[in-house]
């Protein structure tokens, strides 16, 4: 079994920053790709960021030069810091995986549960 357990988000000011975190864990044999997804009521799950294991990195064009996408290897965790937040990044954002499991040959996708990330005066 292989979980993606998120942390951070919250209620935020606009301008303000948050930081959110995402770790896997259990059977893994490899961690691909990792990135963050978002979805606002009424809208579309929607691609944020997300970033290989050799580092490269895209971005949604909404986010880019505020959002820092970030990962560490030996510890299969990334991250993502939000800065100059405005009210349409408000969703909740869910933390994404393709992972490898032990005793597998290919990648499989798997999702966190999600956490809530309001920009709000």
């Known amino acids: 079994q292989v979980q993606l357990v998120e942390s951070g988000g919250g209620l935020v000011q606009p301008g303000g920053s948050l930081r959110l975190s995402c770790a896997a864990s259990?059977?893994?044999?490899?961690?691909?790709?990792m990135g963050w997804y978002r979805q606002a009521p009424g809208k579309q799950r929607e691609l944020v960021a997300r970033?290989?294991?050799?580092?490269?990195?895209n971005y949604a064009d909404s986010v880019k030069g505020r959002f820092t996408i970030s990962r560490d290897n030996a510890k299969n965790t990334v991250t993502l810091q939000m800065n100059s937040l405005k009210p349409e990044d408000s969703a909740v954002y869910y933390c994404?995986?393709?992972?490898?499991?032990?005793?597998?040959?290919?990648?499989?996708?798997?999702w966190g549960k999600g956490t809530q990330v309001t920009v709000s005066s």
């Open positions: 994404n995986g393709n992972i490898t499991p032990r005793n597998t040959e290919w990648g499989v996708k798997y």
């Open positions: 259990g059977s893994i044999y490899r961690v691909n790709f």
């Open positions: 970033i290989t294991s050799g580092g490269s990195t």
